[in-house]
């Protein structure tokens, strides 16, 4: 069974500090990808990271895929409260074509 | 315009009846889904259809069933609803499907039904 597990599953901070998430495996996966979903709405696709290595930038956050493709990290510099939400990651499934394995996400709060 | 959108938004209800969720997409897609999001904000695939042929059907209670009607529908029905059902369940939807392992493209989701069983 393919896991992923997301650290830190909370997060507080204020406006104006950087943090990184992270999304740990033990099994390789040919992509992954970040997801944020704001309160009271669906998740909405941030990035797809394909390639070991890889580094995606999307204005402040900065997304990494492993080099074996067993993890990934989400940076954010200078954090700003619409960052506020949940951070899921996600892979595909080795065995089920279409299904998406997520992690259990993590909570970020940032404060004004 | 909305690309995926649900109905009810919210749904309270009793243990013990029977209530349905609908799903409908505008974005052509060829595959939707049904998530669970429990307390914990853990996110489940539970079914996904594409061409309204059932292809993933995780382990869940027979009392859910869904139905697509035709691939821009994706419907589920919960019957003999239980406690542990109080949940949020999302649809989406993704453009195609693709082999196990291989690159997964976006998949769109809806904005939520959360479900409360009293």
């Known amino acids: 069974t393919q896991l992923l597990e997301q650290s830190p599953q909370f997060l507080s901070i204020q406006e104006g500090e950087n943090l990184t998430v992270y999304c740990n495996s033990s099994?390789?996966?040919?992509?992954l990808q970040w997801y944020r979903q704001e309160p009271g709405e669906g998740p909405v696709l941030l990035v797809t990271?394909?390639?070991?290595?890889e580094v995606k930038k999307l204005k402040r956050l900065t997304f990494q895929f492993g080099d074996a493709r067993k993890d990934s990290s989400l940076h954010i510099t200078a954090a700003q409260p619409g960052d506020t939400g949940l951070y899921l990651c996600?892979?595909?499934?080795?065995?089920?074509?279409?299904?998406?394995?997520f992690g259990q996400g993590t909570i970020l709060t940032v404060h004004p | 315009d909305t690309a995926v959108s649900q109905t009810p938004k919210y749904l309270v209800t009793q243990m013990g009846n029977d209530k349905s969720i609908k799903c409908e997409q505008n974005?052509?897609?060829?595959?939707m889904y049904w998530y669970k999001q429990d307390s914990k904000k853990f996110l489940k695939i539970m079914f996904s259809?594409?061409?309204?042929?059932?292809?993933i059907n995780e382990t869940v209670p027979n009392r859910f069933s869904p139905k697509s009607p035709d691939k821009a529908h994706l419907n589920l029905h919960i019957n003999s609803l239980e406690l542990g059902d109080s949940a949020v369940y999302f649809c989406?939807?993704?453009?195609?499907?693709?082999?196990?392992?291989?690159?997964?493209?976006?998949?769109?989701f809806g904005p939520g039904t959360r479900l409360l069983v009293l």
């Open positions: 259809y594409n061409n309204k042929e059932l292809i």
């Open positions: 990271v394909v390639t070991g290595g």
């Open positions: 989406a939807s993704s453009q195609g499907i693709l082999l196990a392992g291989e690159f997964q493209e976006t998949q769109y």
């Open positions: 974005l052509g897609h060829d595959t």
């Open positions: 099994s390789v996966f040919s992509s």
């Open positions: 996600a892979g595909p499934s080795d065995t089920s074509y279409g299904k998406l394995t």
